[in-house]
């Protein structure tokens, strides 16, 4: 841990050591806010290597499964919003780490026949035809996903747009 003789008078930040540490990134991976950053090699220099947190991960699939369970039990559009809400805003958070691509393609590969098997009574599955024009900015219309109510679930295995991430 630092001294906290430096970051008091120096930095003047008051630490709490329970919370802190001091990591070589080189020789192990830190977590912080749900990411893991460590410090890989990459020609003569190191780069940051970040990804989700394996609890943050598992967290999100179980959230996911819950927002699934209750589209089933309620297909209405209200519940279809809630949970691309929730994708989005798990795109949005982890949108700056640098190896989310393959972390979210597990993700969708692991929700995949939960999603499928339970929304196929209620909803339509089909690639989007006239999706609203967040859906067509946001994600590939070259997809599959299912439609609730009228609204096209942010839930196929594809890439966005821009090839940042996969959705799940």
Do not use: W
Not at 105 to 122: E, G, H, I, T
Not at 134 to 163: D, E, M, P
């Amino acid at each position: 841990m630092m001294e906290p003789c430096f970051l008091k008078p120096r930095l003047k930040l008051d630490i709490s050591p329970e919370k802190s540490q001091v990591v070589n990134l080189r020789k192990r991976e830190s977590e912080f806010l749900g990411f893991t950053i460590r410090a890989n090699k990459k020609g003569k220099k190191r780069v940051a290597h970040t990804g989700i947190k394996a609890d943050k991960r598992q967290k999100i699939k179980k959230e996911a499964k819950e927002h699934i369970r209750r589209i089933k039990a309620s297909p209405s559009a209200l519940n279809a919003l809630l949970f691309n809400s929730f994708v989005s805003g798990i795109h949005h958070y982890f949108k700056r780490a640098t190896h989310v691509n393959p972390e979210f393609s597990r993700l969708a590969y692991d929700l995949q026949a939960f999603v499928y098997n339970r929304l196929k009574p209620v909803g339509k599955y089909e690639h989007p035809a006239n999706p609203p024009p967040t859906y067509k900015k946001l994600y590939s219309l070259g997809f599959k996903t299912f439609k609730i109510a009228n609204v096209y679930l942010f839930v196929s295995s594809g890439r966005c747009k821009n090839g940042k991430y996969n959705e799940f």
